[in-house]
């Protein structure tokens, strides 16, 4: 048997500060007399005996102590059974008891050579695949598999209550010099919770690991083990369904929602459902509400509720507050299963300083730029992710394409995805560091941009990632081959600032910024846009929807209305946040959750079944989606009636014969013999109008089929006559 001397230097692994203890602990091959053999090696910590348990001869062999710290060492025969791990360790726990592990320095690397190389290449698309804690059995043995990224650390550790945040039990080995350290647990059940001490270079930090499944309820901040195979999908038909068809020429009207507060649980603490409940709660209404998706604000984890999810600490975690990652699973499977989409809220614009967070991983600045000009949001008081390095791109899109293959999300909306392009975002003159060419674009975040949308569409077709993009920036939506950044979809900022801006003022003078009404359909079609009303809508002061309208209560309820209708038969997709669609008074809080009750009032019923039946006109009618980004899907009728406050249009799908035509007035005053030209001859029939008495309106519609006379309107052969309501939207669709 070896002794001591010869073993190196040991300190390390006393401290709990090695960075390769396999080098020194489990099965060592020796031979002697001829004889292979192993020396098994264990440390023990504040344990004064231990034996090796070998299945070979069944008896337990007393290890020596060979040092006093608890280190042990027995010898075995070099067969199958030590060289796979087989072999286990026996301690005393007390009052006569044995302690059964097996050795956790005995197992294989779970790493290959080509997972390190596309690591360091930042290509490794399935790198959730291996990094965090993996349940698995090797060798016949099962246990949890861990992997973190820290190249920069002394030394790391698991630690948790299965070795009582003992730093020194369980070190983990540094994985050549990729920067990764990897450790298997064996005998380590699903459900654990753990974080990793990470010694740098002045000081022990335990973080939550950056690639975890699952995390403890906040404020706690441990991760925990978790298995994401258990969940049985249920969604194949929709999966298959959604990669052969092409989502862009669909019907799309997004249910924003924050799951926190679009319902309260009075019976739970902090007044939170679980997902499997909001499943079923969330998919109910948003069927009678005729919605096609439903857009879920961050449920990656988070420790500050108050941030509503969007300081991200847990990206690969959903989190803890609504349930397991099996609960979430099951909402989104729940939602597949009745025709709903899911669109997760996506932040990989910046991260919280929290200690057990990303910021100094490993004592440097690991995920984000060590200059504070490059690597902080002076506005959130939050950090930048360093897009130039490797592996942190790697991280941040294998962790989109982790949320499409285990969760099966529908898309992906980024978040500020303005403060990624430009280097000068929200930033005074002496504050940002130029490009390599002179320039304000952050070239580095354009190209993690683009690989994102390029390996998310490649991987998972028929997936949608949306920007959040509130600038010019050219090419957002358009593919990277013809010079765009990629996305499915933008955000269609100007149009929403635009038109509540127009809206918010009194009708008498909106004839006098008629141009911000029409302005948008100069650049409608440079973008496949989303017209967003959205949670930003809605906080921060501003008040709800209805509260910014202009009026009395008749007017506010009725411009309101007249909002929604222009939005719904506007060129580009759908997002309302929830509260809207009844007319909520109140600012959103998120503490206090959604005003349900406003619902014994007939206008907010009205305004409910307004939006639902604008969803159900717009998933009938084709020319209401089919071509909402070219121009060819629609055109004007009048747009220059600024005196009236009126502007007419026609939409139109894919087959000339699918058109309606629509007019909006923006005054209270009612137009009884209100012509407009139309596109053909024929009979037209009152399809819509935001105005009837089924939505608590003054109910000036038409009811008969309106026949269309000869008689030259707005440059066209053909015109109808109809009554236009006051603050009202009316549609007609010709008949055939």
């Given at each position: ?9 040991i ?8 960075d390769?203890p396999s ?7 020796i ?19 231990a034996?090796?348990?070998?299945p070979?001869h069944g008896?337990n ?11 042990f ?6 067969d199958?059974?030590?060289?796979k791990?087989q072999?286990q360790?026996?301690i005393?726990?007390?009052?006569g008891?044995?302690?059964?592990m097996h ?9 290959t ?6 690591l360091?290449e ?11 804690a ?8 099962s ?8 190249p ?5 550790s698991v630690?948790?209550d299965f070795?009582d945040?003992d730093a ?9 010099t990729s920067?990764i ?18 010694r740098?270079?002045?000081?022990a930090?335990?973080?939550?690991d950056?690639y975890?499944?699952a995390?403890?309820?906040?404020p706690?901040?441990a991760?925990?083990v978790?298995?994401?195979s258990?969940?049985?999908?249920q969604d ?17 009207s997004v ?5 926190g507060?679009?319902?309260r649980?009075?019976?739970e603490?902090?007044g ?17 509400q005729?919605?096609t998706?439903i ?7 988070h420790?500050?509720?108050g941030s509503?999810?969007?300081?991200t600490?847990?990206y690969f975690a959903?989190?803890?507050?609504y349930?397991?990652?099996e609960?979430?699973?099951?909402f989104?499977?729940y ?7 899911v669109?997760?809220?996506?932040v990989?614009?910046h991260?919280?300083k929290?200690?057990?967070?990303l910021?100094r ?7 984000e730029?060590?200059?504070p000009r490059r690597g902080?949001?002076p506005?959130?008081?939050?950090l930048i ?10 991280f941040l899109?294998?962790?989109a ?5 285990k969760?099966?999300?529908d ?6 995805v ?5 280097l000068?975002?929200?930033?005074e003159?002496d504050q940002w560091?130029?490009?390599q060419?002179g320039g ?10 683009k ?27 358009r593919p990277t081959f013809?010079?765009g950044?990629?996305?499915s979809?933008?955000w269609n ?10 809206m918010r003022?009194d009708p008498?003078y ?8 029409t302005f ?7 973008e ?5 009303l959205?949670h930003?809508e ?8 209805l509260d910014?309208m ?8 009725a411009n309101l209305r ?8 506007h ?20 503490e206090?959750g ?5 619902l ?6 009205g305004?409910q079944k307004l939006?639902s ?12 989606y089919?071509?909402d ?9 009048d747009?220059?009636d600024?005196q ?9 799908g894919?087959n ?5 035509v629509?007019?909006?007035?923006f ?7 209100f012509?407009?030209g139309v ?9 819509f109008n935001?105005?009837?008495s089924?939505y608590?309106g ?5 009811t ?17 006559q109809f009554?236009l309501p006051p603050?009202g ?5 010709p008949?055939?």
């Amino acid at each position: 048997m070896h002794t001591i001397g010869s073993l190196g230097k040991i300190s390390d692994i006393i401290d709990g500060c090695s960075d390769n203890p396999s080098r020194f602990l489990g099965p060592h091959p020796i031979e002697a007399s001829g004889m292979k053999s192993a020396a098994v090696r264990a440390y023990l910590p504040g344990k004064d005996q231990a034996w090796l348990f070998h299945p070979g001869h069944g008896q337990n062999t007393p290890m020596k102590k060979i040092h006093p710290a608890g280190l042990f060492e027995a010898m075995c025969p070099m067969d199958g059974v030590t060289e796979k791990g087989q072999y286990q360790l026996r301690i005393d726990a007390g009052s006569g008891q044995m302690k059964t592990m097996h050795d956790p320095y005995a197992f294989p690397s779970f790493f290959t050579g080509f997972d390190l190389h596309l690591l360091g290449e930042g290509k490794h698309w399935s790198s959730y695949e291996k990094m965090g804690a993996h349940p698995r059995t090797v060798n016949g043995v099962s246990g949890v598999n861990f992997a973190v990224w820290a190249p920069n650390a002394r030394s790391v550790s698991v630690v948790g209550d299965f070795n009582d945040w003992d730093a020194r039990s369980h070190q983990m080995n540094r994985v050549g010099t990729s920067g990764i350290w990897e450790l298997f647990i064996p005998d380590m059940a699903v459900g654990e919770k753990y974080k990793y001490r990470i010694r740098q270079a002045d000081r022990a930090v335990d973080k939550c690991d950056p690639y975890g499944f699952a995390a403890e309820m906040p404020p706690r901040t441990a991760s925990v083990v978790a298995d994401l195979s258990v969940h049985q999908w249920q969604d194949q038909a929709w999966m298959e369904r959604r990669g052969n068809e092409d989502q862009l020429a669909k019907p799309i009207s997004v249910y924003e929602v924050h799951l926190g507060s679009w319902a309260r649980n009075a019976e739970e603490e902090h007044g939170w459902f679980n997902y499997r409940h909001l499943a079923h709660e969330l998919v109910k209404y948003c069927l009678e509400q005729n919605h096609t998706h439903i857009e879920l604000m961050p449920v990656s984890e988070h420790p500050f509720t108050g941030s509503w999810g969007y300081q991200t600490v847990g990206y690969f975690a959903v989190t803890s507050r609504y349930g397991t990652p099996e609960d979430f699973m099951y909402f989104v499977d729940y939602c597949h299963q009745n025709g709903l989409a899911v669109i997760l809220d996506w932040v990989p614009a910046h991260f919280p300083k929290d200690d057990h967070g990303l910021r100094r991983f490993d004592g440097t600045a690991l995920y984000e730029h060590e200059d504070p000009r490059r690597g902080e949001h002076p506005d959130w008081g939050t950090l930048i992710f360093n897009y130039g390095r490797n592996e942190v791109r790697n991280f941040l899109i294998s962790n989109a394409l982790f949320l499409f293959d285990k969760y099966h999300i529908d898309g992906l909306r980024v978040d500020a995805v303005a403060s990624m392009l430009y280097l000068d975002y929200s930033r005074e003159h002496d504050q940002w560091i130029p490009n390599q060419y002179g320039g304000r674009e952050n070239l580095e975040a354009i190209t993690f941009l683009k690989e994102f949308n390029e390996q998310s569409h490649l991987q998972h077709p028929g997936v949608l990632t949306i920007a959040e993009e509130s600038t010019a920036w050219g090419g957002v939506s358009r593919p990277t081959f013809d010079g765009g950044l990629g996305f499915s979809l933008k955000w269609n900022m100007g149009w929403m600032n635009d038109t509540l801006r127009y809206m918010r003022k009194d009708p008498i003078y909106r004839k006098h910024h008629h141009g911000e009404l029409t302005f948008s359909l100069i650049y409608a079609f440079t973008e496949n846009f989303v017209l967003p009303l959205s949670h930003d809508e809605v906080v921060h002061g501003k008040g709800s929807l209805l509260d910014q309208m202009p009026g009395d209560m008749w007017q506010r309820f009725a411009n309101l209305r007249l909002l929604f209708s222009y939005m719904w038969t506007h060129p580009g997709k759908k997002l309302l946040f929830m509260g809207g669609e009844i007319a909520q008074w109140n600012e959103w809080n998120l503490e206090a959750g959604l005003q349900w009750d406003l619902l014994e009032w007939e206008s907010h019923q009205g305004m409910q079944k307004l939006i639902s039946d604008l969803n159900a006109m717009l998933v009938h009618e084709p020319a209401l989606y089919e071509d909402d980004f070219t121009g060819e899907g629609f055109e004007w009728i009048d747009c220059n009636d600024w005196q009236n406050s009126v502007i007419t249009y026609v939409r139109k799908g894919k087959n000339p014969d699918d058109f309606v035509v629509v007019a909006c007035n923006f005054t209270p005053n009612s137009r009884d013999d209100f012509r407009m030209g139309v596109p053909m001859g024929g009979n037209y029939r009152e399809v819509f109008n935001s105005d009837n008495s089924r939505y608590a309106g003054s109910d000036v519609i038409n009811t008969d089929e309106i026949a269309s006379q000869q008689i030259a309107w707005n440059g066209r052969e053909n015109s109808i006559q109809f009554r236009l309501p006051p603050l009202g939207t009316v549609v007609f669709r010709p008949q055939r």
